[in-house]
C-alpha cells in the first residue's frame, strides 16, 4: 500500500520520536518510570499514533527495523532523562513478532556492547500474545533478557488469556493492568473484585502491579485503598515530549 512505501521510507529517514508517560509510585507519591510512546512526524497526517502505522508495519515486514528504531531512539534519550530525572527505569513497548524475531537478541546484544549499563534502566513491556505465539521461545526470550539485566513487564494484564501460571514461572517483575480494565472500576462492581484480586495474586507471587489509563479520581482512590504499587493515566500526566518530561516535577500531590 501507499502507507507502507511513505513508513518505509520514513524508517530509513528516522522521522519519529518519542513521547513519555511518567508511572507514579502511588506510596510516594513520585514518577518513578517513563514509559516510551513512539510517535510518527508525519509530513501531511502530522503526529500518527502507533495504532495507525503499527499493523501496517507488521503486515508489511518492517516491524524489525521499526522496532529497531524506536530503541535506538529511547537509547539516544535514556542519559539525559537519567541525568535529570533520576528515575528507576523507562520502559520501551515491544511488539510480539519483533519479540520473537531472531534479531531482537541481537539487537539488544549490539546494544550492551556500546552501552554496557542501558539494561540496568529499561524495562521491556511484552504482552501475552506472545506466550500464544510461540510458548517455548518466549519463554527461552525471556530468560535470556532476565540474564542481560532486562527487567520485563506484562503489558495489557487482564484483557487476554491472564495467566498466573507464567507470572510464576518466569522472571516477570512487573504486570500491568489493562486501561480498558480501569475504565471500569468506576461502573461494575465484578471488575473492582476482579482487579482488587489480581493485585492480591500478583503481590503474593513478588509482583508489582502498574494501572493503566487512570483518569479519574475515584479510579485512584480504589487502586490506593487495594495497594497497587504504580499508576499513570491522563489523571497524573498525558504523554509527554521530552522538554516536558525534562521539566516537570517529580512529586505529584
Ligand atoms: O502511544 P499510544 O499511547 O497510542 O500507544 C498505543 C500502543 O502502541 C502501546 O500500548 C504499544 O503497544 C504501542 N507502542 C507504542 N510505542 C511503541 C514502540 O515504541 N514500539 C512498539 N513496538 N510499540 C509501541
Ligand atoms: O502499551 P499500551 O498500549 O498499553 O500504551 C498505553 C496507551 O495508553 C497509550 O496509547 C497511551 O496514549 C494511552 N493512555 C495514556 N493515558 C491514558 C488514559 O488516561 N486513558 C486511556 N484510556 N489511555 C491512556
Ligand atoms: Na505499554
Ligand atoms: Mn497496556
New binding site residues.
Given amino acids: 500500500t501507499e502507507l507502507s512505501v511513505e513508513l518505509d521510507k520514513a524508517i530509513t529517514e528516522k522521522g519519529f520520536f518519542m513521547r513519555f508517560?511518567p508511572v507514579i509510585d502511588l506510596t510516594r507519591g513520585e514518577m518513578i518510570f517513563a514509559?516510551a510512546?513512539l510517535r510518527w512526524k508525519h509530513s501531511k497526517k502530522g503526529e500518527m499514533l502507533p495504532e495507525k502505522f503499527i499493523p501496517v508495519a507488521e503486515e508489511s515486514g518492517l516491524i524489525t527495523r521499526l522496532g529497531g528504531l524506536s530503541i535506538e531512539l529511547l537509547v539516544q534519550q535514556v542519559d539525559r532523562i537519567m541525568s535529570a530525572k533520576r528515575l528507576e527505569k523507562l520502559t520501551i513497548?515491544i511488539i510480539p513478532s519483533h519479540f520473537l524475531s531472531q534479531s531482537f537478541i541481537v539487537q539488544l546484544q549490539e546494544l550492551i556492547n556500546t552501552h554496557p549499563d542501558i539494561s540496568q534502566y529499561m524495562t521491556i513491556?511484552i504482552t501475552e500474545a506472545v506466550f500464544l505465539m510461540n510458548i517455548e521461545a518466549a519463554k527461552s526470550i525471556i530468560f535470556q533478557l532476565h540474564g542481560m539485566g532486562f527487567s520485563i513487564s506484562l503489558?495489557?494484564f487482564g484483557t487476554g488469556y491472564s495467566s498466573f501460571k507464567y507470572l510464576q514461572e518466569l522472571p516477570i517483575e512487573v504486570i500491568?493492568l489493562d486501561?480498558s480494565f480501569i475504565?471500569e472500576i468506576d461502573i461494575d462492581p465484578s471488575h473492582r473484585t476482579i482487579a482488587s484480586t489480581i493485585i492480591e495474586l500478583s503481590h503474593s507471587l513478588g509482583i508489582k502491579v502498574i494501572a493503566?489509563?487512570?483518569?479519574t479520581n475515584s479510579q485512584l482512590a480504589f487502586l490506593q485503598d487495594h495497594h497497587c504499587d504504580f499508576a499513570?493515566?491522563?489523571?497524573f500526566f498525558?504523554?509527554l515530549s521530552i522538554i516536558e518530561l525534562l521539566h516537570m516535577q517529580r512529586g505529584v500531590s
Fill in positions: 508517560q514509559e510512546l513497548n513491556e503489558d495489557d500491568k486501561s475504565a493503566e489509563g487512570v483518569e499513570q493515566g491522563s489523571y498525558k504523554p
